[in-house]
């Protein structure tokens, strides 16, 4: 049961143009959401969050929105660098017995071309 | 500052015989989490300490994982005997958590990859 959803496994941007990496997610109680970048041989680094308040949270090249009528959030990065190329993990964390629980996807490769 | 510091980054070992990861997390941070990512996945939680206090371990399997943090800093993740299927890398994460506020980000350290023949 993959309460956290990355659908496409890659994607290939030309640099300078806008790179769109999705996630969705089942579970209502979900009130918290992270992106993590991750560089082969290493582990992730933590990218951008969000909190279920707001719809929208921006930091320079990168901004994520949330729809949480749809349970779906996106990760902007515009404009996209050759340097972007990683892999993109969405999390999603709520409150529950035994504390916090932090659920991630299966990561999005992108792929960005000079 | 030092990241956190996992070792060995490699180990490859032959199946029922036993292995361990040692993790040192970011000094100060509180709370210390095992993942274990499987090719094509991402992280799953293992277990995760606040202090020396394991607070969630509801996916660890105990009949042949383990794992201790006496301490309260660096943290050790044991599996004994080693099966096929566990092969994976191996994530250690340390988090500074702030009353009130658990949602904190997580440093990974470069994990350890696991494979078992």
């Known amino acids: 049961d993959q309460q956290v959803k990355q659908n496409s496994p890659s994607l290939s941007v030309q640099e300078g143009r806008i790179s769109i990496l999705n996630c969705d997610y089942t579970?209502?109680?979900?009130?918290?959401f992270l992106w993590y970048k991750k560089y082969p041989a290493e582990g992730p680094t933590f990218l951008i969050s969000?909190?279920?308040?707001?719809d929208k949270n921006e930091d320079g090249r990168f901004t994520v929105f949330l729809n949480k009528s749809a349970k779906h959030l996106s990760l902007h990065i515009v404009p996209s660098q050759p340097g972007d190329s990683a892999v993109y993990f969405c999390?999603?964390?709520?409150?529950?017995?035994?504390?916090?629980?932090?659920?991630f996807g299966a990561g999005t490769r992108l792929f960005v071309k000079a | 500052e030092a990241g956190v510091v996992q070792s060995p980054r490699y180990k490859i070992i032959e199946k029922k015989q036993p292995v361990a990861f040692w993790c040192n997390p970011i000094?100060?941070?509180?709370?210390l989490y095992w993942y274990r990512q499987n090719l094509g996945q991402g992280p799953e939680l293992l277990i995760r300490?606040?202090?020396?206090?394991?607070?969630?371990d509801s996916q660890l399997p105990k009949d042949r994982f383990s794992a201790e943090r006496l301490k309260g800093v660096d943290s050790t993740l044991k599996i004994q005997p080693a099966e096929l299927g566990d092969s994976a890398v191996y994530l250690c994460?340390?988090?500074?958590?702030?009353?009130?506020?658990?949602?904190?980000?997580?440093?990974f350290g470069p994990g350890t990859r696991l494979t078992v023949l």
């Open positions: 994460a340390s988090s500074l958590d702030l009353t009130g506020f658990p949602y904190n980000e997580q440093f």
């Open positions: 579970n209502s109680m979900f009130d918290y």
């Open positions: 969000i909190s279920s308040i707001k």
């Open positions: 999390a999603a964390s709520a409150i529950g017995t035994g504390g916090f629980k932090t659920i």
């Open positions: 000094s100060g941070h509180n709370t």
């Open positions: 300490y606040e202090n020396e206090e394991a607070v969630d």
